[in-house]
């Protein structure tokens, strides 16, 4: 069995500055990531507004996600690893060379946080194509570099809500409307007034969605906007916002220290840098 001093779980923002940190305190850690490429979510977000609180720079996410796996050259840094379970201080990682075992002195979990699907958002109708999470949109446009939809509807109104206005600007996708269900919007304003203004998005509140349309392609979604039930035609669902954490590796492992967001409020990838840099130096501290 192989043995590591620190196993961090998440080669993202979090995970790749505290191996990063350990590293310059003389510490030796293991990255884990699932992915074939470090750099967790900025990899999908090809917006500016990364890297002032780590380099002193404004990036785009994918540019960002760039410097962080440049940054982490020399690492031990193992892509297309996925963590199985854990078990006390015993990791079990799938790889392309198949199942193993590593022992870890410490364990860091950096696997951050997801969007929460249609599946979990109890919204009936049909299930054609076209329906997917702002995670899901990014990956589709500035990955694959593919156009989805052409007139989608928005649900959520959260900071991540706006940027797949800005997301679908990127390729010549223009959204029909964005829905809130709350009497306001979850960013602050005036994000609505500029979705409205600058990018021609209107923002419902007190909208919500009730089922979806279509047969092979999204057509049409049911909505109940101040009471009243109406029909709005769209090709596209776009699923924004309500994180949660990626936290299924943590059922009994009171030992693993979290970093990043898979655990507290919502983050920027800049705090996950700077909490990653944090929890590297707290590690290096016990292990001292």
Not at 16 to 35: D, H, I, Y
Not at 56 to 79: C, E, H, M, V, Y
Request: proline share 5%; net charge positive; charged share 20%.
């Amino acid at each position: 069995m192989e043995r590591r001093d620190v196993v961090i779980i998440g080669g993202g923002p979090a995970g790749l500055s505290a191996a990063l940190r350990l590293g310059e305190l003389g510490v030796a850690a293991t990255v884990l990531e699932r992915e074939q490429e470090a750099g967790g979510i900025p990899r999908h977000c090809g917006h500016l507004g990364f890297g002032w609180q780590s380099h002193r720079r404004i990036w785009s996410g994918p540019r960002f996600a760039a410097q962080l796996r440049d940054d982490s050259k020399g690492l031990d840094l193992r892509t297309g690893h996925t963590v199985l379970g854990i078990d006390g201080d015993v990791l079990r990682v799938q790889s392309e060379h198949g199942i193993s075992e590593i022992a870890a002195g410490r364990i860091i979990l950096a696997t951050g946080t997801r969007e929460t699907p249609r599946s979990a958002r109890l919204v009936g109708g049909a299930r054609p194509r076209g329906v997917m999470t702002t995670g899901a949109l990014q990956a589709n446009v500035y990955l694959q570099h593919f156009k989805p939809f052409e007139r989608p509807i928005i649900v959520g109104s959260e900071w991540v809500s706006f940027s797949a206005i800005l997301t679908c600007r990127h390729i010549g996708i223009q959204p029909v409307a964005m829905i809130e269900a709350k009497d306001r919007i979850s960013a602050p304003r005036p994000g609505d007034l500029i979705a409205r203004l600058a990018y021609g998005v209107p923002v419902w509140t007190r909208t919500k969605l009730i089922a979806i349309e279509g047969r092979s392609q999204v057509q049409a979604v049911e909505i109940e906007r101040n009471g009243a039930r109406q029909h709005m035609a769209c090709d596209g669902v776009i699923f924004t916002g309500e994180f949660v954490p990626e936290a299924a590796l943590l059922v009994n492992q009171p030992k693993v220290i979290l970093a990043g967001n898979v655990h507290g409020a919502l983050k920027t990838s800049g705090a996950c840098w700077r909490e990653g840099r944090a929890t590297a130096e707290q590690v290096a501290r016990e292990l001292a």
